[in-house]
């Protein structure tokens, strides 16, 4: 008997083919609408992930400022750090894996016939595992160069291309580079990491620390210190540490705010990644409601069906179906309808996820729950909808239907 009923629910769909498809465009807009949110909702969110795993793994980031106020500047008399503070935090606190102070100005850079305004770091060889950074090609400095203050660096792959030109890997390696009155020879080219929240990671160039103070910003001071984590090290207290150590260096009173920041890089991954959840969540629930407007759709056209075949339903009624038999019928009309549009949802979803998610140059990450969830709840709104028109046939008089114009 199913199989008949269902053989005959698919027959009328297809009788009026224009008219089905219209009535399914609800719920593919939906459906569609659905899944192409949270796909690239969860696309945003991993690529914020690798853009935060990109800074450095377990890294904790010490700046100069007020609470509040943001950091890195050292504004309003705020003191920076020194050389002095990332041995201290190396040697005094457990589970830390490497510590790298950072320096940081703004010059042009010439080479090759060509300038280029960029941000010249300079650090010690602790700020390439600190920071998970890796080489393209060449070498990194070597711990004499980095203590005699030497006149060699390494360039982002943005530099490299504004500076050399040509395709990636091609050698700007050997070549001189003025960084602003000092020539220096480039020994080594970064891997690329790109577009990361903090502006293009590939615009810099490394110095070694010493260089940098003694030739570029004249100055002993640091803006910044990278810290990097143990596997397994717990956080909570290593900050609590590390901001007890750095208040007593800084010789802050009890009743001192601190006038540094650290920020842990896997938190900010971890609030990023559930505000992206939440966003992703609202915007798919505001998508659904192209479902429950669909659905209403298809009740409305069941209704118009039963009144259609009034006299269909009376002489089935008449030669022994039972109500039963007829709320069946209609009720999977209802719902193959609604899973039809579901299933052409999900198409065009898919093919629209991966072109935007081109578009908008994050990850296409096919979610199958979603996918799964949508069709299971395009059936539901079938059998929801579609459950009054279909209980009006089956209570209909055989006798008056039968007299129905």
């Known amino acids: 008997m199913l199989y008949s009923v269902f053989m005959l ?60 106020h943001g950091g890195g500047g050292g504004g309003g008399g705020v ?35 060509r300038n280029w305004a960029t941000t010249v770091t300079g650090s010690t060889i602790e700020w390439f595992p600190a920071g998970n950074w890796k080489l393209a090609s060449g070498r990194i400095f070597e711990p004499d160069e980095q203590r005699a203050g030497a006149a060699v660096c390494l360039i982002g792959e943005t530099v490299r291309r504004e500076l050399f030109g040509g395709a990636i890997g091609q050698t700007g390696l050997g070549e001189p580079m003025r960084v602003k009155q000092f020539s220096c020879n480039v020994i080594g080219i970064l891997a690329a990491k790109g577009q990361g929240g903090m502006g293009d990671q590939d615009d810099v160039v490394l110095l070694p620390l010493n260089t940098l103070q003694r030739r570029v910003t004249g100055s002993r001071k640091v803006s910044s210190l990278l810290v990097s984590m143990e596997e397994d090290s717990d956080s909570i207290p290593l900050k609590a540490a590390l901001r007890q150590l750095m208040r007593e260096r800084r010789k802050l009173a009890e009743s001192d705010d601190d006038n540094f920041n650290i920020f842990d890089t896997q938190q900010l991954a971890e609030t990023l990644s559930s505000t992206m959840g939440v966003l992703t969540t609202l915007l798919g629930a505001v998508a659904a409601v192209s479902l429950l407007v669909g659905g209403i759709g298809i009740m409305n056209i069941m209704l118009v069906s039963v009144t259609e075949r009034t006299r269909e339903i009376g002489l089935r009624l008449a030669v022994g179906a039972l109500e039963g038999e007829v709320l069946l019928q209609f009720l999977i009309e209802a719902v193959v309808l609604s899973a039809l549009g579901g299933v052409v949802g999900i198409i065009i979803a898919t093919g629209a996820s991966w072109v935007l998610s081109g578009v908008m140059e994050v990850p296409y990450v096919f979610d199958p729950f979603i996918n799964l969830l949508s069709l299971v709840f395009s059936a539901g709104i079938g059998v929801l909808f579609g459950y009054f028109p279909a209980r009006r046939a089956a209570r209909m008089d055989p006798i008056e239907a039968l007299r129905h114009e």
Not at 21 to 27: A, E, K, P, V, W
């Open 9 to 68: 629910a698919l027959r009328s769909v297809r009788r009026n083919l224009l008219r089905s498809f219209l009535t399914i465009l609800g719920i593919v807009i939906g459906v569609s609408a659905v899944i192409t949110m949270v796909t690239l909702g969860n696309g945003a969110t991993a690529a914020i992930k690798a853009q935060i795993s990109g800074l450095g793994t377990n890294l904790l980031m010490v700046q100069p400022g007020q609470r509040g």
């Open 79 to 113: 003191p920076q750090f020194t050389e002095a503070d990332a041995q201290a935090i190396a040697a005094q606190i457990g589970g830390v894996a490497v510590v790298a102070p950072l320096g940081r100005a703004s010059v042009t850079v010439v080479a090759n016939g």
